[in-house]
T-cell receptor
Framework: GENVEQHPSTLSVQEGDSAVIKCTYSDSASNYFPWYKQELGKRPQLIIDIRSNVGEKKDQRIAVTLNKTAKHFSLHITETQPEDSAVYFCAASILTGGGNKLTFGTGTQLKVEL | GAGVSQSPRYKVTKRGQDVALRCDPISGHVSLYWYRQALGQGPEFLTYFNYEAQQDKSGLPNDRFSAERPEGSISTLTIQRTEQRDSAMYRC??????????????FGPGTRLTVL
């Protein structure tokens, strides 16, 4: 089955700096890669996703890049703010017409310091 | 509108008891997923349904775990003869479509299960 590895497990940055979180996946058939943000005590929420037919996607301060050959994808957050502090999870799945079973990474605790 | 809801939010039970965890997906959502999330880990897939049909139960740890969604809306995850290792946060998620557009999984608040 799919295996997703995520690094680093913790990341501390100064407010205004950029943060990068990296993930690798094992199943070359995976074609959908979402990123979830989970604040303390809250439910995971989707912040951005990318499909395998594109190499990059941006949404304001957040971007995701995908390298299918190397089977890795990354989350980039620019101009970090204290409210970006949370745990971030990457995930991978094989999107079919019938479902979307996600395999998650182990999470990155991002702390944005003032 | 209302998001995904789960009940109970917290469940403490004694080893050997059965528990039933309920998930109310967003109205009209076709697919419903169950995950288990250990502290400090990402959600781990258990099973999922399209409408009332269970599509994949490969993530269920053993035959003490079962799930149903008889009318294609509310789902129940049942754990029989609970063991301490079953303690975790159990989350469900729903998606508008079964595949293609509408893939975003909206997660519920979870049920924190503690087995003493």
């Amino acid at each position: 089955g799919e295996n997703v590895e995520q690094h680093p497990s913790t990341l501390s940055v100064q407010e205004g700096d950029s943060a990068v979180i990296k993930c690798t996946y094992s199943d070359s058939a995976s074609n959908y890669f979402p990123w979830y943000k989970q604040e303390l005590g809250k439910r995971p929420q989707l912040i951005i996703d990318i499909r395998s037919n594109v190499g990059e996607k941006k949404d304001q301060r957040i971007a995701v890049t995908l390298n299918k050959t190397a089977k890795h994808f990354s989350l980039h957050i620019t101009e970090t703010q204290p409210e970006d502090s949370a745990v971030y999870f990457c995930a991978a799945s094989i999107l079919t017409g019938g479902g979307n079973k996600l395999t998650f990474g182990t999470g990155t605790q991002l702390k944005v310091e003032l | 509108g209302a998001g995904v809801s789960q009940s109970p939010r917290y469940k403490v039970t004694k080893r050997g008891q059965d528990v039933a965890l309920r998930c109310d997906p967003i109205s009209g959502h076709v697919s419903l997923y169950w995950y288990r999330q250990a502290l400090g880990q990402g959600p781990e897939f258990l099973t999922y349904f399209n409408y009332e049909a269970q599509q994949d139960k490969s993530g269920l740890p053993n035959d003490r775990f079962s799930a149903e969604r008889p009318e294609g809306s509310i789902s129940t995850l049942t754990i029989q003869r609970t063991e301490q290792r079953d303690s975790a946060m159990y989350r469900c998620a729903s998606t508008l479509g079964a595949g293609g557009p509408g893939n975003e999984q909206f997660f519920g608040p979870g049920t924190r299960l503690t087995v003493l």
